[in-house]
């Protein structure tokens, strides 16, 4: 059996590989200024970060301070209003729930002023809300046959609270009369995040001037969930659902859709 033997080339060929490596790692090796840009780059994305959660946002709602009390204030804000001041002015909210979502909705605009996702938590052991603190707008705009601009976020609505079988139906109505009304119908189903959400008016033809358009203005201010701001923007897109099971996926980068049957 022939005995193996260390070869003299193999060795001169490890040490010459092994000092080439050597060689390369030291010219490549990062120069003092390249660590200090490093240093103060990881700094600057620090410091954005802490900037970034401090920042105190606007909210996107903002409501006039009405002082109910105030018979004058309260003749001045029904004579802007004109016919909608049938409406009883009262501050308040109704709560619209199931076993896994909680609503509250505004007397004052008819919309949803909080969100809440029961079954969630953050990362820090916070309730999930995805509206809070005035960080969402829906509001109609419309002009009347008396020349008025009115904003539906302005106006009161009478909210009525009732059960449909194992749903439950909130009807929110800004009223001129008992027979003429704009109504917001909100409806939710047991164990269901989605929320049945319906307008519709009943003999506003008169009231409402129909050759001047009717402009709706939704906003959203998310409210983050992640601990890292980079790691939610990461996970996070819109996504429309239309009729039929369609989806829709906005990407974040543009205005392209990604389309899912």
């Known amino acids: ?13 490890f040490v010459l590989i092994f000092g080439i490596l050597l060689f390369w790692f030291y010219q490549n090796q990062p120069t003092p200024e390249e660590i200090e840009a490093q240093k103060a780059k990881i700094e600057q994305q620090q410091e954005a970060e802490k900037s970034e959660e401090q920042e105190v946002i606007a909210p996107v709602l903002e409501t006039p301070v ?12 029904r004579n802007t209003i004109g016919g909608f001041g049938f409406t009883p002015a009262e501050e308040g909210t109704t709560v619209l729930e199931n076993d896994v979502l909680y609503l ?19 990362y820090d052991s916070i309730p999930v809300y995805l509206i809070k603190d005035g960080n969402a707008l ?27 079988g194992e749903n439950k139906v909130l009807s929110m109505k800004a009223m001129v009369s008992p027979q003429q009304f704009l109504e917001y119908r909100y409806e939710i189903k047991p164990g269901e995040y989605l929320l049945g959400f319906t307008v ?12 001047r358009p009717v402009t709706l ?20 897109r819109l ?8 989806i829709s996926k906005l990407s974040e980068s543009s205005d392209d859709e990604e389309t899912e049957e």
Request: proline share 1%; charged share 25%.
């Open 1 to 13: 059996m022939e005995e193996k033997k260390l070869d003299l080339n193999s060795i001169i060929g």
């Open 138 to 164: 829906f509001d109609l705009n419309f002009t009347t046959t008396d020349n008025r601009v009115l904003n539906t976020k302005d106006l009161f609505f009478e909210p009525t609270l009732r059960q449909e």
């Open 200 to 211: 519709r008016s009943q003999g506003l033809s008169g009231v409402i001037n129909g050759s």
């Open 239 to 246: 996504t429309y659902n239309h009729e039929g099971g369609k």
């Open 66 to 77: 009405l002082d109910l009390q105030d018979s004058t204030a309260l003749a001045s804000y």
């Open 104 to 122: 509250e909705i505004s007397n004052r605009g008819g919309q949803i002023t909080q969100a809440k996702l029961k079954q969630f938590i953050t």
């Open 217 to 236: 203005n939704w906003k959203l201010k998310g409210i983050r969930h992640n601990k890292s701001i980079q790691y939610g923007n990461r996970y996070t």
